[in-house]
């Protein structure tokens, strides 16, 4: 089932039953601080890696061949691969800047910086026809002390940043790595469309009740919905005919860190603050078909548990993929990534068949490739590690 935690397993294995075989595995190691994306090119044939440092990582597996290095000051918080080819980046910036970057000149095609207010760009993503691009944004949150606790201070005494988080409720985000903390305040923010090709603002999208961060969004394959999930809890579905949210829904309580289409684009899936994996009717709107309890380890990295030196909580990763058919998701547990077979027959309605190699550490994101004959599993940890699983579908 879901609930069990495999930490004391280091090493990936499959259940006897699993359709997978594990074919390699290996690591890539180029990342020295939390890695807030990870993300394969169209048609699998690279990756794109970003972190808290302004690092930029594309690079090839089997074996690890770095291609390109982009530096930045500013944390690299989102990113996207154009869908129409394997050589265009949209890097988004912990200080407003959205940037369109060409993997094969080594350099920047056209950039543009979000308004003042919110300047976290926190999410982007584009539809299939690369021709618009979403942009969330966020407000920037108070500045944080970076020193861990004074000496003298009482063992499991609270950290500062944690009364904060407390007193204002868990509505900003927390970023410490080496000695340079920044927050992101996430009760207000924006949702904006771009031009793919020259990031000019076209629309400005509507979040009602209230403004606020947008921490996930997904278009469908028409490029005619964009699905978002937001701090405030809510599920939303804009139709970009109109530009207008046609729907939306309390979909968990506390943020939605994650939201995905189905293969079929009939229902929504969703991971949030709440631990839960949901699945949601899109024909009989707001309907939930399921609710899968996840791990509470599965979340672990990502709540607002700060200790002194680490990445507090990242709502900017993929908390789970699902394959090309749609038959099987991978997520995390804890240090692992896990692949569980959507079923009926399951109580929990997932049946774990994989167990990914271990990090050490919380997992932060995953994504999954299937593009190529073989599939391709990436996991990324809190320690800036990613580790690469090539599987074979029997």
């Not at 961060?213 to 005619?224: E, L, S």
């Not at 994504?367 to 940890?381: F, H, K, R, V």
Request: negative net charge.
């Amino acid at each position: 089932g879901l609930g069990e935690a495999t930490t004391d397993i280091s090493g990936p294995h499959t259940d006897e039953d699993s359709p997978f075989i594990f074919l390699s595995q290996e690591s890539y190691n180029e990342h020295h601080a939390p890695v807030t994306n990870c993300q394969f090119a169209p048609g699998g044939s690279c990756i794109a890696s970003s972190d808290l440092d302004g690092i930029v990582k594309v690079w090839m597996a089997n074996p690890s061949r770095t291609v390109a290095t982009v530096m930045s000051k500013s944390a690299v918080l989102s990113l996207e691969w154009l869908p129409t080819n394997s050589c265009s980046l949209i890097l988004g910036y912990g200080n407003g800047k959205v940037r369109l970057y060409d993997v094969n000149t080594k350099s920047n095609l056209t950039e543009t910086d979000m308004p003042a207010e919110h300047p976290r760009v926190v999410a982007v993503a584009c539809n299939l026809a690369a021709s618009s691009v979403a942009v969330a944004c966020a407000g920037a949150g108070p500045a944080m002390p970076s020193s861990p606790p004074e000496s003298g201070t009482q063992s499991g005494s609270t950290h500062p940043r944690q009364r904060l988080s407390a007193l204002l409720g868990g509505a900003v985000n927390f970023f410490t790595h080496g000695s340079s903390p920044f927050a992101v305040d996430t009760s207000s923010g924006s949702l904006s469309l771009l031009d793919a090709k020259t990031l000019k603002v076209e629309s400005v999208l509507t979040l009602d009740p209230a403004p606020t961060c947008v921490n996930c969004m997904m278009f469908n394959h028409a490029g005619t919905l964009l699905v978002t999930g937001s701090a405030d809890g809510m599920i939303r579905v804009f139709d970009l005919n109109t530009n207008d949210c046609v729907v939306g829904w309390h979909g968990h309580m506390g943020q939605v860190y994650s939201v995905g289409f189905s293969h079929d684009e009939n229902s929504l899936y969703s991971v949030g603050f709440d631990g839960k994996f949901n699945q949601w009717s899109i024909r009989q709107v707001a309907q939930k078909l399921g609710e899968i309890p996840l791990d509470t380890s599965a979340i672990a990295g990502l709540q607002l548990a700060v200790q002194a030196g680490n990445l507090a909580r990242s709502p900017y990763t993929n908390l789970f993929r699902l394959d090309s058919e749609g038959e099987h998701v991978l997520t995390s547990a804890g240090s692992q990534g896990v692949i569980y077979q959507l079923t009926d027959s399951s109580p929990s309605g997932l049946q774990r068949v994989v167990t990914l190699r271990s990090h050490g550490c919380p997992v932060l994101g995953v994504d999954w490739s299937t593009a190529l004959s073989c599939g391709t599993c990436l996991t990324t940890g809190q320690d800036g590690s990613i580790f690469v699983s090539t599987l074979l579908k029997k």
